[in-house]
């Protein structure tokens, strides 16, 4: 399995203009997220997806979009990039909770290598 | 809402100290409690958990337990290493999401 798999690793763009930040993960898991990394900020959460054709935001949602049309791929488009965006971009993913005793074993969180984004 | 708080860093210490990285947390219920640490240049990676009051995770010589009456998850190791320098971030499972402490970086020194 290669995990979660992030592309580009570095990349840099000119105010207002308009990328995508791929990423895959072959391990079937249901849950995908995007998080950012600033200085000082730990990890926060952008938008996730509980499953395909499902999405909803997270705690810093404002000028990204997403989509989830397959289990696999959960791409992050910035759609007119500005200098505030300027960070480490994280995609996650994990199994399925339940209810039942299974659920427990499900909260462990896979994360891709990170995609640092630079916007002057 | 949910919260994770963690010690400020950096931590600077010399190889075979003793460590504690402090965390509390703010939750309704009993959430599932993680240590992930993060080496220079990769992403995030599980240290360690624990899902239910009194559990202890452990890893790699690093251990945490579940403080139910304190709302605690310390992270311990008895003697670090140089290859243990890293970011260590606490986190919390709430609902389908994963809320993170702002990190804590730890240099070992020789």
């Known amino acids: 399995n290669a995990g979660v798999t992030q592309t580009p690793k570095f990349q840099v763009l000119k105010t207002g203009q308009s990328m995508t930040l791929q990423c895959a993960q072959d391990m079937n898991h249901e849950y995908m997220s995007w998080y950012r990394q600033d200085p000082g900020m730990g990890l926060r959460l952008i938008h996730y997806?509980?499953?395909?054709?499902?999405?909803d935001q997270g705690e810093v949602p404002n000028g990204y979009n997403v989509s989830r049309s397959t289990t696999e791929d959960f791409p992050l488009r910035l759609l007119s990039a500005a200098p505030s965006q300027t960070s480490v971009y994280f995609c996650?993913?994990?199994?399925?909770?339940?209810?039942?005793?299974?659920?427990?074993?499900?909260?462990?969180?896979?994360f891709g290598p990170g995609t640092r984004l630079t916007v002057l | 809402g949910d919260s994770v708080t963690q010690m400020e860093g950096p931590v600077t210490l010399s190889e075979e100290a003793f460590l504690t990285i402090n965390c509390t947390y703010t939750a309704t219920g009993y959430p599932s409690l993680f240590w992930y640490v993060q080496y220079p240049g990769e992403g995030l990676q599980l240290l360690l958990k624990?899902?239910?009051?009194?559990d202890k995770g452990s890893n790699k010589g690093f251990e945490a337990t579940y403080r139910k009456e304190t709302t605690s998850f310390h992270l311990e190791k008895g003697s670090v290493q140089v290859s243990d320098s890293a970011v260590y971030f606490c986190?919390?499972?709430?609902?389908?999401?994963?809320?993170f402490g702002a990190g804590t970086r730890l240099a070992v020194h020789p």
């Open positions: 997806s509980v499953g395909a054709g499902i999405t």
């Open positions: 996650a993913s994990r199994e399925r909770g339940s209810s039942s005793g299974r659920a427990r074993s499900a909260d462990t969180q896979y």
């Open positions: 986190a919390l499972k709430s609902g389908n999401k994963l809320i």
């Open positions: 624990a899902t239910k009051a009194d």
